[in-house]
């Protein structure tokens, strides 16, 4: 049909050539970015996989680079053992010269002069040999990496299939053998039967297993402190009355005292020699005890258990014993068969030591006999009394605080610490700021003993003493280890064979550096494999097949002239309706 309002054919050529024009260019995009994908609508799931792909190869080229960079390290620990080889060869070379008779003192002097400046430099070399600020050759400096150094191949340490373990090793004088131990020892509750820790500080670490007392000898670097005294037993007097067929009243608020007098009756409680406040009417008014200011007031007035008791933790608040055990609420309830009677005891490790006595004449006990405390009971037997670990440990510097140097010099200081694992448990730690020679082995340098008892245990009840590993910065004490000399001829026999050791630990290291760096070229080239190959299966999803895009917009663009060719013709048709119209 021939109008002039609506031009159907114009509205449909515009149409296909609108589709012809984004197709030509979605075309030129994909040739000039060289991507099939450029955007999420492109292909959604390709891209996906794409930028997956990508993440890859980039963490796969920085594991080649990671590899490449610990070559790197290994190389520069491996070129200051070369030059520590050498010193060992002459070092070896001057103890096989000083161990023969043909020299003098004199001459074996000048010797080991030369050879103390050697093993000097030995440990110069390996406390200074570093590759961005990392020592592999100086185990102690880095205690940070566990003795051993990670290497992320690509996937992240998380991957342990990822990462290649790099030990370091001593190989400083002392640590091959041939100076004496820097450093301090630590002990370590960690072998056999003796493993244990606490979660908790404060918790329980030791307990005095069944005695009233027992003290812990403690010998740090030689020297002996003061016995540490486990008074863990908190010595108990208990009140079961003046006789044992009359152990106190049945209720705590049964008449347990009497006052006979009719007198203002008072009273005054002594607990391991110190004195309460004296009990008397106004001291219960004023602390709130009415019952105790009638009873004490009345003729024949009772006082009950419980104003006993309330009474006499009101006079001792704020107290403390000989030992410094703390007095507060000193005073408590005890329950012998059917009746109920009163309990003394401190609230701390200290022992009460002196009498329990109540001194008045104006009171009897409730049969009406009189008030005699000499019957009174030392609970000990079988009590297990205990000692936390922050306790132990205050306990052990107090008993250090009289010594300043231990044997070789070094300042003894706060020798006990709470010692942390990593996994958050506690132990007990005894260090001693001091180095070590050979003639202070590891379990000289430190030890625990009871004295002459096994009662104190660790609260697991594992024995304190045994085998508790002795450790020095984290790897095993070695003992027996001096400073090599070659001053004399036995010396510099004896230094042979040491040199003979240091010479084969070096060479064990060394070889593990040189095979470690074949293993991480080795891994550097299946990194690089893999990357490749990821790479191509990115440009299998991603790239774009430049002769199938070529053609596909030659097509386009024969399709948008046309278009535009029959749109221009399909605007001219209502032209056509006007010659009818003339």
């Known amino acids: 049909m021939l109008s002039i309002k609506n031009n159907i054919m114009a509205s449909n050529a515009a149409r296909h050539l609108g589709t012809s024009y984004n197709s030509l260019s979605k075309s030129v995009e994909r040739l000039s970015s060289g ?15 794409r930028e997956l792909i990508r993440a890859d190869v980039a963490a796969l080229r920085q594991g080649s680079r990671n590899a490449a960079d610990a070559v790197s390290m290994l190389q520069t620990a491996e070129g200051g053992l ?25 001459q074996r002097t000048i010797m080991d002069e030369e050879f103390q400046q050697l093993a000097g430099e030995i440990t110069r070399i390996s406390e200074n040999t570093e590759f961005n600020n990392n020592n592999l050759l100086n185990e102690a400096v880095e205690a940070s990496q566990s003795g051993a150094f990670k290497i992320s191949l690509g996937n992240g340490s998380s991957d342990t299939a990822q990462v290649i373990s790099i030990d370091s090793a001593d190989m400083t004088a002392s640590g091959l053998g041939l100076g004496t131990p820097t450093g301090t020892y630590e002990i370590y509750a960690l072998t056999g039967t003796n493993a244990y820790y606490v979660t908790d500080a404060d918790a329980s670490y030791i307990r005095n297993n069944g005695a009233v007392s027992r003290a812990l000898e403690i010998q740090v670097d030689q020297i002996l402190a003061n016995k540490v005294d486990v008074a863990v037993a908190n010595r108990v007097k208990e009140s079961f009355t003046h006789a044992t067929e009359a152990l106190g009243s049945a209720t705590v608020d049964a008449a347990y005292w009497l006052n006979d007098t009719g007198a203002d009756a008072k009273f005054t409680v002594t607990i391991d020699g110190i004195a309460g406040e004296e009990v008397n009417a106004a001291f219960a008014t004023a602390n709130g005890l009415s019952g105790l200011a009638t009873a004490l007031t009345d003729d024949e007035g009772v006082v009950t258990l419980q104003d006993v008791k309330d009474a006499i933790n009101l006079s001792f ?7 410094g055990q703390s007095l507060e609420n000193v005073a408590d309830y005890v329950t012998v068969g059917a009746n109920i009677g009163l309990k003394i005891e401190a609230n701390d490790y200290g022992a009460l030591t002196g009498d329990i006595s109540i001194n008045t004449t104006q009171l009897t006990w409730a049969d009406d006999s009189a008030i005699d405390v000499t019957d009174w009971t030392v609970e000990s037997a079988g009590y297990d009394g205990e000692m936390s670990l922050n306790e132990l440990v205050a306990a052990v ?4 605080s009289g010594d300043t140097n231990g044997v070789n010099g070094g300042t003894m200081g706060d020798v006990a610490s709470v010692g942390t694992l990593a996994d958050g448990r506690m132990y007990l730690k005894l260090t001693a700021n001091n180095a070590y020679a050979d003639s202070l082995p590891a379990n000289w340098a430190f030890d625990i003993e009871t004295d002459g008892s096994d009662d104190v245990k660790f609260a697991n009840g594992a024995d304190l003493t045994g085998n508790l590993a002795w450790v020095q910065d984290g790897a095993p004490a070695t003992g027996g280890m001096t400073s090599a000399s070659i001053g004399t001829q036995d010396d510099a026999a004896a230094s042979v064979a040491k040199l003979d050791a240091a010479i084969a630990a070096k060479d064990t290291y060394r070889a593990h550096l040189g095979y470690m760096m074949n293993r991480l070229e080795a891994a550097a080239s299946v990194v690089d494999i893999q990357s ?5 299966a990115e440009s299998r999803v991603s790239d774009v097949d430049v002769a199938t895009e070529m053609a596909a917009m030659t097509r386009n663009q024969v399709l948008a002239q046309a278009g535009i060719s029959m749109l221009a013709q399909a605007n001219s048709m209502p032209q056509m309706a006007l010659k009818l119209l003339g």
């Open 532 to 536: 490749e190959n990821l790479l191509a």
């Open 82 to 106: 070369a030059v520590i080889d050498d010193l060992l060869v002459r070092m070896r070379e001057l103890a096989e010269q000083a161990a023969t008779g043909s020299y003098s003192a004199a």
């Open 317 to 323: 608040a704020g107290k403390v014993g000989q030992s």
């Open 35 to 49: 991507l099939r994908i450029n955007s999420a609508k492109d292909d959604a799931a390709g891209l996906a996989v």
């Open 397 to 400: 510097n107090t008993a250090y």
